[in-house]
């Protein structure tokens, strides 16, 4: 009997045993080094690494020597730690934005300031007063002899810019300022885009309430990355708009995402606007929600006008100029991608995915027509600027060439062919000359019209005013190369 308990006993033992050991398996399987072990496919991209040597392919080396300290020069190292499960459960409050962007005229009439030739002595201009209009939106008044506008800006009130004056927008007729300005939430995704980062930053600063920055731990392919914006963020760089900053962290790669890289591609904007939304505090349903890529940024007069201006129908594109390697480089034709909505919108019909806004399949979606009725108005699209009026700018691939290498392997396995899967398109030489000519990673050569640094809305103001530092994205940096 006794020998029986102590059996008992020990098969107690074993089983807390095994359970634990389960239990702390799991826990330790979702650190970052022991998936790297685990992972099958570690054991290929090493053993690709291995090839690769033999091959001639930068993949060990280069990383070590070259794409690390690319990636790292923007970086202040500290020694100090930085939370990110912290960061990642902060929220935001969305404030009124009391900024005084209409004066009134002694005769009554309401100019829009930056757009209007008016004297600036107090004594022939008084401020616009929300209270005054009791929070509700200003009424047209006739003052178009009153306003005079500045060259780029148009309407009665002289609050509509060029890009909206130019623009396929239907209802000109209908725009009245606002009393209170709407507040912008911008949501953007960051791997390694961090010299148009700061140029949107600039160029927004005053008009967004929030950025919504999104970054993972994970590739568009799968690989695990450095939070380098994270540290950027801890070290100071981004002192200037961190107060306007929200950082959402995706913590996991999406099921399906390594072999089908839309899947990655398409979840890495669902989660940033899903996870940044819910932590927004405040959110009035006329707000403005703006998403973009890393490398597309916006004019601030257009989204300015969205934030002032009521009468405008809604989802609304935007024209970008269009660069290749560095806005030296222009491209035929504009990039119109939709862009903005309001939140109502937002929740309503792309049910807080960011994606779905992006397509243009609004008027399929099962709260469309509700939303539509809703609003009392037909919902038309539209987009800032034309094809001849750009309304931002749509730099691509615009990285040095350690920067192209690292989007190279960075890219998401959906848009073939992938030229990070061929290791002749890795080379430097090979990267710089691409560069050099314009050319494409087939082999093509486009023509490309040139320009000249001197052109409206050649780059954005920030990159302009800081020429020497962004001279590589400015200006060909290997234009003198042999042939």
């Known amino acids: 009997m006794r020998i029986k ?13 095994v359970i634990s050991f389960q239990h702390y398996y799991k826990a330790l399987h979702n650190i970052p080094l022991l998936q790297e072990f685990s992972s099958p496919s570690s054991h290929l991209k090493s053993l690709k690494m291995v090839s690769s040597f033999f091959w001639n392919v930068p993949d060990i080396d280069f990383y070590k020597h070259h794409l690390k300290g690319f990636l790292e020069s923007s970086v202040i190292q500290s020694d ?16 009124d934005d009391h900024t005084p962007f209409f004066v009134r005229t002694k005769s009554g ?21 929300h209270h005054e209009e009791d929070n509700v939106t200003v009424k047209t008044r006739r003052n178009a002899d009153q306003c005079t506008c500045r060259q780029g800006w148009h309407g009665p009130h002289c609050g509509v810019p060029t890009i909206v004056q130019h623009s396929n927008l239907p209802t000109k007729t209908k725009l009245t300022p606002r009393a209170t300005p709407r507040r912008v939430i911008n949501a953007i995704n960051i791997n390694h885009e961090f010299d ?16 919504l920055v999104c970054e993972s731990n994970f590739t568009a ?23 306007k900053i929200l950082y959402i962290f995706l913590d996991h790669f999406p099921s399906g995402g390594r072999l089908d890289g839309w899947i990655a591609d398409d979840y890495l904007r669902t989660y940033l606007t899903k996870n940044g939304m819910l932590r927004i505090q405040g959110a009035k349903v006329d707000d403005v929600f703006v998403i973009d890529d890393a490398d597309e940024i916006p004019a601030r007069e257009g989204i300015l006008f969205l934030k002032l201006y009521d009468g405008w129908t809604e989802p609304v594109g935007i024209h970008m100029r269009k660069s290749l390697y560095g806005f030296y480089r222009k491209q035929f034709g504009t990039l119109n991608i939709l862009s903005c909505c309001t ?18 399949t609004y008027y399929t979606m099962p709260g469309f027509r509700e939303y539509e009725n809703s609003t009392g108005n ?18 691509s691939w615009c990285f040095k060439p350690e920067g192209i290498y690292y989007k190279l392997v960075s890219a998401q396995n959906g848009d073939f062919p992938r030229w990070g899967d061929y290791g002749e398109k890795l080379q430097l030489n090979f990267i710089k000359k691409l560069i050099q000519t314009g050319g494409w990673f087939d082999g093509s050569l486009p023509d490309y019209p040139p320009t000249d640094p001197k052109e409206h809305m050649y780059a954005p103001k920030h990159l302009m005013d800081n020429y020497e530092k962004y001279r590589h994205l400015l200006e060909n940096p290997f234009v003198k190369l042999d042939n």
Not at 6 to 17: A, S
Not at 81 to 95: A, D, G, N, P, Y
Not at 109 to 129: D, I, N, P, W, Y
Request: aromatic letters at 12%.
């Open 343 to 360: 939140v109502a919108m937002l929740t309503k019909v792309y049910r807080n995915d960011g994606i779905l806004l992006r397509r243009r």
């Open 378 to 395: 037909i919902l038309m699209p539209w987009a800032i600027g034309s094809p001849v009026h750009y309304a931002g700018w749509h730099c």
């Open 221 to 243: 392919y799968g690989d695990q990355r450095p939070l380098y914006f994270q540290q950027q963020l801890q070290n100071g760089t981004f002192d200037y708009i961190k107060h």
């Open 80 to 95: 100090s730690i930085f939370s990110t499960e912290k960061l990642h459960e902060q929220r935001f409050v969305l404030q």
């Open 109 to 129: 009439a309401t100019c829009f300031r930056e757009g209007t030739k008016m004297a600036e002595s107090a004594s022939q201009r008084v401020l616009l007063h």
């Open 5 to 17: 308990k102590i059996k008992c006993f020990l098969l107690c033992i074993l089983g807390l045993c």
């Open 196 to 211: 148009l980062l700061h140029a949107r930053f600039h160029e927004l600063a005053d008009v967004v309430d929030v950025f």
